[in-house]
């Protein structure tokens, strides 16, 4: 599996960014993909998720209500909208799948590849 992260930058708070990534390799159309994001020092953390077996979408807490994910099944991309971002949202994120047809498994999303990742920073 490949990724080809895009859309990563600097931008004010409540300001928006729109990220793109590409997946590569067999039978993507598939598997679930989403994204997760880190910042030094703390732990990764699910962001959001698509699942191509029924269309639903999942999001963490922190960002329900401002982002938005949604996929193009055709070209394998898949875009996460961010608006009214916050400096806690600043992280590099991580497009990833966890390689199955569905996000919400036991153990979170369960994302098990993930590519080089995009850095995202919200500051005045």
């Known amino acids: 599996v490949q990724f080809a992260e895009s859309g990563g930058g600097v931008v004010l708070p409540g300001g928006s960014l729109r990220l793109s990534c590409t997946v590569s390799?067999?039978?993507?159309?598939?598997?679930?993909v989403g994204w997760l994001r880190q910042t030094p020092g703390k732990e990764r953390e699910e962001v959001s998720c698509?699942?191509?077996?029924?269309?639903?979408?999942y999001y963490a807490d922190s960002v329900k209500g401002r982002f938005t994910i949604s996929r193009d099944y055709a070209m394998n991309v898949v875009w996460l909208q961010m608006n009214s971002l916050k400096p806690e949202d600043s992280a590099t994120y991580y497009c990833?799948?966890?390689?199955?047809?569905?996000?919400?498994?036991?153990?979170?999303?369960?994302?098990?590849?993930w590519g080089e990742g995009t850095l995202v920073t919200v500051s005045s």
């Open positions: 390799g067999s039978d993507m159309e598939f598997h679930a």
């Open positions: 698509i699942s191509p077996s029924d269309g639903k979408t």
């Open positions: 990833a799948t966890n390689m199955r047809s569905y996000c919400n498994t036991e153990n979170g999303y369960d994302m098990q590849f």
